[in-house]
């Protein structure tokens, strides 16, 4: 089983997020992104359709098989439990298009995830976000995925302080996805190559940037859920590493808060 280095679970724990190089081979990222390409063809001579090609994007093997077909399974497996998340059937086909921002504006969109998808009064969290990089992304401002080192700390100190459910009482957490009495640190655009895997905490913020290039900025998103995160939804937002055994041993050694 591919497993995490050393220095890269020490990230995921500090940072909240990892970049793993070369995850997903190029004909698989070629594959994809013709899928894609295909899809905007489709909608753009026929707009009566356009949300039906979308939808049925994501659910697609071009798309779901970067993640069940490669290593990145196997790194879920090595974090979370092989068998402990629900399958992968979707992603979320997230492309960023060229503009004229001048100068561009990295901090707009900041967000968590799931915060307006209310049902029954309970949050839709998850465990992880992983994304795949299908484009080139060396530098800033190429529409990269914008992460805010160590947030995810800091939200598990909030909610220790006010309760999970302070999610459903704060007015700001819906019309915002996220709360202003939490600071944020400084945020970091992720840069990296066409088949490089991005793995996030769930509770770490993050938002997509600009894009000043002249080409589509492709990725993919996928949600992993923990099989008893929809049971239970309250306590990983506090004890934010329960669904990850894989790193149970960097934690204690690290001495990190559970």
Same mark, same amino acid.
């Given at each position: 089983?591919? $497993? ?30 013709? @899928? ?5 063809? $489709? +909608? @753009?001579?026929?707009? *009566? ?12 093997? #071009? ?6 077909? &490669?290593?990145?399974? @196997? ?14 059937? +979707?992603? *979320? ?25 209310? $049902? ?6 998850? &465990? ?28 598990? %100190?909030?909610?220790? #302080? ?9 007015? @700001?957490?819906?019309?915002? %996805?996220? +709360? ?10 992720? &840069?990296?190559? =066409? ?32 099989? !008893?995160? &929809? *049971?239970?939804? !309250? ?6 590493? $329960?669904?990850?055994? /894989? ?7 690290? /001495? =990190?808060?559970?």
């Amino acid at each position: 089983m591919m $497993k995490l280095t050393f220095d890269q679970r020490k990230q995921l724990i500090e940072n909240g997020y990892v970049v793993v190089p070369g995850v997903v081979s190029d004909l698989l990222v070629r594959r994809a992104v013709k @899928a894609i390409n295909h899809a905007l063809g $489709k +909608s @753009a001579h026929d707009a *009566q359709h356009e949300t039906n090609y979308v939808r049925e994007l994501g659910r697609r093997a #071009e798309i779901t098989d970067l993640f069940n077909e &490669t290593s990145a399974s @196997a790194l879920l497996d090595s974090l979370v439990g092989e068998g402990n998340y629900n399958p992968i059937v +979707s992603a *979320q086909v997230a492309l960023r298009f060229p503009d004229y921002q001048d100068p561009p504006n990295p901090y707009a969109g900041a967000h968590l995830d799931g915060m307006l998808k209310l $049902k029954d009064g309970i949050v839709e969290n998850f &465990t992880a976000l992983v994304g795949v990089l299908l484009s080139d992304q060396p530098e800033p401002n190429m529409g990269n995925f914008i992460v805010y080192p160590g947030s995810h700390r800091l939200y598990r %100190h909030y909610f220790e #302080e006010h309760g999970p459910c302070v999610l459903l009482t704060e007015e @700001a957490f819906r019309t915002m %996805h996220r +709360s202003p009495n939490v600071m944020l640190p400084e945020p970091v655009q992720v &840069t990296g190559r =066409a088949g490089d895997l991005v793995i996030c905490h769930y509770q770490l913020i993050h938002g997509g940037g600009p894009n000043v290039s002249s080409s589509i900025r492709y990725s993919c998103y996928y949600r992993v859920y923990h099989r !008893e995160v &929809t *049971q239970d939804w !309250e306590t990983p937002l506090v004890e934010m590493w $329960k669904h990850w055994p /894989g790193l149970k041993d960097d934690l204690e050694r690290e /001495g =990190a808060a559970n």
